[in-house]
């Protein structure tokens, strides 16, 4: 009841910002005070102020903050460490989504943060974390990070100094990993955490133990929001392990199922294609 209340009431913040004027939104960016001691410079800086309106009428989030960033009218850095609480809501696939928020936040140092709330309803999926940090999470590093895995800001939405709400178009979403190159043996260096690889149209897979290495497999291979569609885990060391791969994967992660450290010096891997 309480998570469906908190959901209720940030599904209303983003409904109220996507009726604001670009006015309305600066103001709820910089804080009643400064809009009224600065709006000198904030009419000149938005004098074009169609630039900063989507093509449905609506305020570009992302571009009005870039400004508001550029010329030092919204803070990024708290006095002290604060207890931050952010919002991330999707309409689309929870699983990938939620991958891509965990590393995008993880790429921008934020390793270290508390699940709130998770809810899945007819309005879409919500994640509510906690962190700890003097830090407030960049709006547009945040937006051009998540661009590169396909995934779009739609609306942030301010709900006070330590409480922001980013509402995500996830429709195209896909995983920063890098695909090989059909029919070459590649090694994939020392894993600091299990491989994941893009293996989209692939046939098949042989993964390749060093010789001095002891490997356990724990491959699971993935379609395209992260639904399982097939796994092997082995309790017996292998050298070589060929796959064949399940028509609806796009992912394959590898890892071993004791530990990393069994393979320091590193797999190779082999995709086949038609």
């Not at 940030?10 to 709820?28: E, G, M, P, R, Y």
């Not at 604060?82 to 995008?104: C, D, G, S």
């Not at 989209?200 to 490997?215: F, L, N, R, Y």
């Not at 992660?253 to 004791?258: E, L, N, S």
Request: with cysteine; hydrophobic share 40%; proline share 3%.
């Amino acid at each position: 009841m309480v998570k469906k209340a908190i959901v209720a009431i940030l599904f209303s913040a983003v409904f109220l910002f996507a009726n604001q004027t670009l006015d309305d939104t600066i103001k709820s960016y910089v804080g009643a005070s400064k809009y009224e001691t600065q709006k000198n410079l904030i009419n000149v800086l938005f004098a074009s102020s169609g630039d900063f309106l989507k093509h449905d009428g609506r305020v570009d989030s992302v571009k009005v903050m870039d400004v508001l960033k550029k010329n030092g009218l919204v803070r990024l850095l708290y006095p002290e460490p604060v207890h931050l609480r952010l919002a991330f809501r999707t309409q689309h696939e929870p699983l990938i989504f939620l991958k891509i928020i965990n590393e995008t936040l993880e790429l921008m140092g934020y390793n270290y943060f508390l699940t709130n709330n998770a809810l899945r309803d007819q309005a879409g999926f919500v994640w509510e974390i906690y962190l700890q940090t003097e830090h407030i999470l960049d709006p547009v590093s945040f937006a051009n990070a998540l661009g590169a895995r396909g995934c779009s800001i739609t609306h942030i939405v301010k709900n006070s100094d330590h409480y922001w709400f980013y509402d995500i178009n996830s429709k195209e979403a896909h995983l920063g990993v890098k695909s090989l190159e059909n029919g070459v043996n590649t090694p994939l260096g020392k894993p600091l955490k299990p491989y994941w690889i893009g293996i989209k149209g692939a046939k098949e897979v042989m993964i390749t133990s060093h010789i001095s290495d002891q490997w356990f497999p724990d491959v699971v291979f993935f379609d395209a929001y992260l639904n399982v569609v097939g796994d092997t885990k082995a309790e017996e060391s292998v050298k070589t392990l060929k796959l064949s791969v399940p028509e609806r994967a796009v992912y394959i992660k590898i890892g071993d199922t004791v530990m990393l450290e069994n393979i320091k010096r590193g797999l190779s891997l082999h995709v086949k294609g038609n």
